[in-house]
T-cell receptor
Framework: GAVVSQHPSWVICKSGTSVKIECRSLDFQATTMFWYRQFPKQSLMLMATSNEGSKATYEQGVEKDKFLINHASLTLSTLTVTSAHPEDSSFYIC??????????????FGDGTRLSIL | AQKVTQAQTEISVVEKEDVTLDCVYETRDTTYYLFWYKQPPSGELVFLIRRNSFDEQNEISGRYSWNFQKSTSSFNFTITASQVVDSAVYFCALIRADSSYKLIFGSGTRLLVRP
């Protein structure tokens, strides 16, 4: 149980394109979803926390107009990288939480999306 | 402030050697959880273990073992008889015991196990 599906797993697109990444909790309701960004050979950096039905809370230094997050349902959150540029190329990982400490894992991670902007 | 430090950037060992990955954390909370995750080259995060701040009992799971010492704020991870498949980046992480469930990751240790 507690599977998180992230789609797409790999995106290559031209500079200026907007890219949408989906994060779905397949077998549980995720009250909270998290979006992380990971540059090569670096750690995961939290970008934002989203709760279903409310606006996302962005970490310091993350442009909310650049990285649009929508958490419209208890099973789906989306991250849209608007007008992407080469410096936005990175590995983006989402995670989902039930909001209850009911398992050993407070966050269940998706498999990540590799975004390459040409 | 909360912080997780993994001082070892990269470790290279020969297969069958034992290897210990260090993790030191900082927190003012009395209740918190510590984690280890494995990230193989494919990128997904694999959960390995969670330990809460009130449980200092060491844990062993097959070739993996963890040593949690609150006195030194450390949560070290040892792989016994390492295998090539253990090659990955390993992250130590800390979370507060509140409703935010916000994970604080260390910088990771890249382990290379050579045949």
């Amino acid at each position: 149980g507690a599977v998180v599906s992230q789609h797409p797993s790999w995106v290559i697109c031209k500079s200026g394109t907007s890219v949408k990444i989906e994060c779905r909790s397949l077998d549980f309701q995720a009250t909270t979803m998290f979006w992380y960004r990971q540059f090569p050979k670096q750690s995961l950096m939290l970008m934002a926390t989203s709760n279903e039905g409310s606006k996302a809370t962005y970490e310091q230094g993350v442009e909310k107009d650049k990285f649009l997050i929508n958490h419209a349902s208890l099973t789906l959150s989306t991250l849209t990288v608007t007008s992407a540029h080469p410096e936005d190329s990175s590995f983006y990982i989402c995670s989902a939480s039930t909001g209850r400490d009911s398992s050993n894992q407070p966050q269940h991670f998706g498999d990540g999306t590799r975004l390459s902007i040409l | 402030a909360q912080k997780v430090t993994q001082a070892q950037t990269e470790i290279s060992v020969v297969e069958k050697e034992d290897v210990t990955l260090d993790c030191v954390y900082e927190t003012r909370d009395t209740t918190y959880y510590l984690f280890w995750y494995k990230q193989p080259p494919s990128g997904e995060l694999v959960f390995l273990i969670r330990r809460n701040s009130f449980d200092e009992q060491n844990e062993i799971s097959g070739r993996y073992s963890w040593n949690f010492q609150k006195s030194t704020s450390s949560f070290n991870f040892t792989i016994t008889a390492s295998q090539v498949v253990d090659s990955a980046v390993y992250f130590c992480a800390l979370i507060r015991a509140d409703s935010s469930y916000k994970l604080i990751f260390g910088s990771g240790t890249r382990l290379l196990v050579r045949p």
